[in-house]
């Protein structure tokens, strides 16, 4: 008698929440880029640049775990956590390699 083991695998679910949680840590990204061209200083501070967008995430998922809570937002998926952080990485490297100054 041979057994099928079933997997179980949840669908990936795209929500409006994940969408603007990560196009919120892109334009972050963008915007992040943009001042370390415009003021070099911020690379000086005690937060290194790539803890930003991890501060930001953070402070989102802190905000909306209220709405959660009531049932009013879906919760974030780790997976859109680590696309939001990997999109904001990515979009702050490519603004620095574009504008290296302003």
């Known amino acids: 008698m041979v057994r099928q083991l079933q997997r179980s695998v949840s669908p990936v679910v795209i929500n409006r929440t994940s969408i603007v949680f990560v196009a919120v840590l892109v334009a ?3 915007l992040q880029g943009l001042a370390f061209a ?3 200083e911020l690379e000086k501070t005690s937060v290194p640049s790539f803890l930003w967008p991890l501060i930001l995430s953070l402070a989102i998922d802190v905000a909306i775990r209220p709405a959660v809570a009531a049932g009013k937002l879906t919760d974030l998926r780790t997976e859109t956590r680590f696309a939001g952080l990997l999109g904001s990485v990515l979009a702050f490297m ?3 390699w574009a504008v290296p100054t302003l």
């Open 94 to 96: 490519a603004v620095r």
């Open 38 to 40: 415009r003021w070099p």
């Open 28 to 30: 972050f990204g963008v």
